[in-house]
């Protein structure tokens, strides 16, 4: 990791007193949200493909506000997961996650939206 971020240091230059024009909101590229080729099995996190869309779309916003900042090379996806795959981050991952957060997030959830009355038409 600290090659790569001394790389993009070497590789990235706004000089001296230039403010960077920071988004007010964060405008993701297009085809991260649509490409499930660019996100994990998850589903909550990009993959290095991913990371890859994210880095180009900072590279563009990084451009515009002035600095100088190397072509970001596109990452190729990884091969889409099977059934069998999903099926097992599921039982490795995916259940024991909900087992944990169930009565903490969800049971709380409902009750506030059953308290609220949102629930009956």
Do not use: F, K, Y
């Not at 451009?63 to 190729?76: H, L, M, N, Q, Y």
């Amino acid at each position: 990791m600290s090659t790569r971020l001394a790389a993009l240091g070497d590789s990235t230059s706004c000089g001296e007193g230039v403010g960077l024009r920071v988004p007010s909101r964060l405008t993701w590229p297009a085809r991260l949200a649509v490409a499930a080729s660019a996100w994990d099995i998850d589903r909550v996190h990009p993959n290095a493909a991913g990371h890859g869309l994210i880095a180009q779309a900072a590279a563009v916003v990084l451009r515009e506000s002035g600095c100088r900042v190397a072509d970001v090379a596109p990452v190729p996806p990884p091969p889409t997961p099977g059934r069998r795959q999903e099926a097992q981050w599921l039982l490795r991952h995916g259940m024991p996650w909900l087992t944990r957060h169930l009565p903490q997030v969800v049971l709380p959830a409902t009750a506030a939206v059953a308290r609220s009355g949102r629930l009956c038409g």
